[in-house]
Each structure stands twice: as structure tokens, then as C-alpha cells.
């Protein structure tokens, strides 16, 4: 069972602050994603990495992918209470063929940014 | 562009009826997938299809839970029997199978509660 370990699990933190998000595995990744999750939606794609040390910017958002595709990390820059939600990690495996099947996430981390 | 659809939105049944949720992915995807999220977890992945074979289910998914995909467009998620257990958000995504980047994007989800 592939298992991805993110941390923290919950983050509080004022507007203007920086924050870091960390999704570990032991396992290696053919690609990894980060969502995003309001309460009562489904997770919304915020990025796809696929290559080892892929750094992607969002804006204020920093992804990366570890060099050797087991771990990443979700940097935000100057907080704001807008990006308060769940922001979960998502792993994908090569599963034959041309194909990636299912995701395994992690338990996701609850951010939530003070004005 | 339409993305995943499903529906109901929410359902709240007693224990030991059956419930079935629907779910519409974008039209072009050939693969969609059904997940499981309780309360502070990431999704845990119930059963994918491409096109209309079902290729993975996992041990979550027990003798009461059966999912079709009949002719390869929408899905529908059976529970019979439900039990208190069963409450959760059920997730639905699609994707293309040949994508390498192995993106999934996921539908609002179907709030069960069952009392």
C-alpha cells in the first residue's frame, strides 16, 4: 500500500504570513498533484508536477517535486484569508500500458488564514 | 465546458436502505473514478472504469457497493443495506487515460448521511 504522509494537519497563521505544506512518501510517484477543497466540494486541480525537482508557481503559490518524485511541497507566500480551505496532495502510479490509474492522497491540511 | 457532475448533491437515508448517486464526467474523459471521503481525511479510491470495464476495485468496496458505467459515459454508485458506517462524501473524477500527467478532476461530491 503506497501511503502519502502530509503534514501539518492543521496550520493557523495570520494574513501576510508564509506557510509551508510537506506530503512524503516512500514511495515513488509517476506524478503528483495538489487540490484544493472548500467545505461541502470536491477538490479542485491546483497543479500537476511529473518531473523530479519540477518547481511550478501559482501566483503566490510555489509546488515542488522532489528529486527523486517521493516527496513535494506547497509554499504560499503573503497568506490570505481567500486561501484558507483543505489542501490535500495526490500521488499517481504507472500502471501499465499508456495508463496512470487511481490517486493516493494524503489526509490533507487544514489552513486557515486570520485577517 | 461542462466538468464532473453529481448528483443527489446530498442524501440522507435510514440505516438499511439502499441508496444510488449518479455521476457525469466531462464527455471526452474515458476513465472515471469513485472515491470515499470521511470527515478530516483525504479520498480514499472505491473503483475506476475505462470506458465501461470496471479494472480496480478496492477491499473498501464491500459486497454491498457495486458501480456501473453501462455504456461508458455516467456512472452510478449502488449501496444497499446502508449502515451509519457509510456516511461519507462520495467523490467522482475523470480523466483521459493516455494523459501522462495522470490529472484527475473531481465533481461537487454526494453528501451521504445515513441515520
Known amino acids: 500500500t503506497q501511503l502519502l504522509e502530509q503534514s501539518p494537519q492543521f496550520l493557523s497563521i495570520q494574513e501576510g504570513e508564509n506557510l509551508t505544506v510537506y506530503c512524503n512518501s516512500s514511495?515513488?510517484?509517476?506524478?503528483l498533484q495538489w487540490y484544493r477543497q472548500e467545505p461541502g466540494e470536491g477538490p479542485v486541480l491546483l497543479v500537476t508536477?511529473?518531473?523530479?525537482?519540477e518547481v511550478k508557481k501559482l501566483k503566490r503559490l510555489t509546488f515542488q517535486f522532489g528529486d527523486a518524485r517521493k516527496d513535494s511541497s506547497l509554499h504560499i507566500t503573503a497568506a490570505q484569508p481567500g486561501d484558507t480551505g483543505l489542501y490535500l496532495c495526490?500521488?499517481?502510479?504507472?500502471?501499465?500500458?499508456?495508463?496512470?490509474?487511481?490517486?493516493?492522497f494524503g489526509q490533507g491540511t487544514i489552513l486557515t488564514v486570520h485577517p | 465546458d461542462t466538468g464532473v457532475s453529481q448528483d443527489p448533491r446530498h442524501k440522507i437515508t435510514k440505516r438499511g436502505q439502499n441508496v444510488t448517486f449518479r455521476c457525469d464526467p466531462i464527455?471526452?474523459?474515458?476513465?472515471l473514478y469513485w472515491y470515499r471521503q470521511t470527515l478530516g481525511q483525504g479520498p480514499e479510491f472505491l473503483t475506476y472504469?475505462?470506458?465501461?470495464?470496471?479494472?480496480?476495485k478496492s477491499r473498501l468496496l464491500s459486497d454491498r457497493f457495486s458501480a456501473e458505467r453501462p455504456k461508458g459515459s455516467f456512472s452510478t454508485l449502488e449501496i444497499q443495506r446502508t449502515e451509519q458506517g457509510d456516511s461519507a462524501m462520495y467523490l467522482c473524477?475523470?480523466?483521459?487515460?493516455?494523459?501522462?500527467?495522470?490529472?484527475?478532476?473531481f465533481g461537487p461530491g454526494t453528501r451521504l448521511t445515513v441515520l
Open positions: 473524477a475523470s480523466s483521459l487515460v493516455w494523459d501522462y500527467r495522470a490529472q484527475q478532476f
Open positions: 514511495s515513488v510517484f509517476s506524478s
Open positions: 508536477v511529473v518531473t523530479g525537482g
Open positions: 495526490a500521488g499517481a502510479q504507472y500502471a501499465g500500458g499508456t495508463s496512470y490509474g487511481k490517486l493516493t
Open positions: 464527455s471526452e474523459h474515458n476513465r
Open positions: 472504469f475505462q470506458n465501461e470495464a470496471q479494472l480496480e
